[in-house]
């Protein structure tokens, strides 16, 4: 897994070898979620949906509106189920997959990737 190290510009013989570690096992645990979604063979309004049910949050700080938020985020779920509904009607447990997976996104840590 140092191949992901240096792929992404860091140099495994600078770094701290705990933090060299943090890094390859969120990289690898980013690069698992990103073969599943490709595994999935996610289409281009799939991805349009997933993309916006992540900018609709409503736990934003700040927010002035997050009832408008929350409804865009509602819209875009009901989007991409009627989407799946349509083009993929012999996936019924797509939807949740592809919601379970965009979740599971959340695990991974965006400090330990930053360098």
Do not use: N, W
């Not at 770094?15 to 996610?42: C, E, N, W, Y």
């Not at 938020?69 to 875009?76: F, H, N, R, S, Y």
């Not at 797509?94 to 997976?101: A, D």
């Amino acid at each position: 897994p140092k191949h992901l190290a240096v792929e992404a510009g860091v140099q495994p013989e600078h770094t701290p070898p705990g933090r060299l570690q943090s890094f390859l096992q969120q990289a690898q645990m980013l690069q698992d979620i990103l073969h599943k979604f490709h595994h999935m063979q996610v289409d281009a309004v799939e991805y349009a949906c997933l993309k916006g049910i992540v900018l609709f949050k409503t736990d934003v700080q700040l927010l002035r509106d997050p009832s408008t938020v929350a409804i865009l985020q509602d819209q875009t779920q009901l989007s991409l189920s009627h989407h799946i509904e349509v083009h993929k009607p012999g996936q019924p447990f797509r939807f949740g997959k592809l919601l379970l997976l965009l979740s599971s996104l959340r695990e991974v840590q965006q400090s330990s990737l930053e360098s």
